[in-house]
């Protein structure tokens, strides 16, 4: 089945402790990327990656790093969380002509 | 700077009615318009397209209407059901080739028996 997978759904944890949501296709796209959505502020891009060892700046990438060291792959690293951190975090994925296929999200509460 | 703006913000209406979600843009370089559907505790997902060579497009109960002197499109949804209560995000792409995607803030819609 063509997916995008996260882990983990739910993460609660403390101010300044660097954690990792990892995100991985199946389904050979080239382009990744990660959004964070709030109330009432929509979907908004942290990072994308359009090949691998290729990454940019979305709108809000304070505070997050990723990386792209194979297609399949696109972890969101927060080496420092804080409180303003928490949200609910989706990995998206597509090829040109394609749907941006969306997964199940990640919720991260940090205290 | 928002580049779709999408209103409203939540919507009620009652089954079978027509609820109708609008989002304008400003950049004429947009090509793609999709909606996205979104369910409580999943990712967003696909409904419908549209480009702008037509001003319509139907899939079963769900219609986008495009105008494209204006640069507005809207989603209408027929005979609303309690099942197509969930989250509605427009979006726009500039050109074929473009990876990116410009949502809006999205649209709550709530469907009530």
């Known amino acids: 089945e063509a997916q995008v997978t996260q882990n983990p759904r739910y993460l609660i944890t403390v101010t300044g402790k660097k954690l990792t949501v990892t995100c991985s296709q199946n389904?050979?796209?080239?382009?990744m990327s990660w959004y964070r959505q709030d109330p009432g502020l929509g979907l908004r891009q942290i990072y994308y990656s359009m090949n691998v060892e290729v990454t940019d700046k979305g709108d809000v990438p304070e505070g997050y790093k990723v990386s792209r060291k194979e297609k399949r792959n696109f972890p969101l690293i927060l080496e420092s969380p804080s409180p303003n951190q928490t949200s609910l975090y989706f990995c998206?994925?597509?090829?040109?002509?394609?749907?941006?296929?969306f997964g199940n999200g990640t919720r991260l509460t940090v205290t | 700077q928002q580049q779709v703006k999408q209103s409203p913000q939540s919507l009620i209406v009652q089954k079978g009615g027509i609820p109708i979600i609008n989002c304008a843009y400003e950049?004429?370089?947009?090509?793609?318009f999709p909606w996205y559907q979104q369910f409580p505790g999943k990712g967003p997902a696909l409904l419908i397209a549209?480009?702008?060579?037509?001003s319509e497009k139907k899939e079963g109960r769900f219609t986008i209407s495009f105008n494209k002197s204006a640069k507005q499109f809207s989603l209408h949804i027929m005979d609303s059901q309690p099942g197509d209560s969930a989250t509605y995000f427009c979006?726009?792409?500039?050109?074929?080739?473009?990876?990116?995607?410009?949502f809006g803030k999205g649209t709550k819609l709530s469907v009530i028996p």
């Open positions: 979006a726009a792409q500039a050109g074929a080739g473009s990876y990116q995607l410009t």
């Open positions: 389904m050979n796209h080239e382009y």
């Open positions: 950049n004429t370089a947009f090509d793609y």
């Open positions: 549209i480009r702008p060579d037509v």
């Open positions: 998206a994925s597509r090829n040109g002509g394609s749907p941006l296929h």
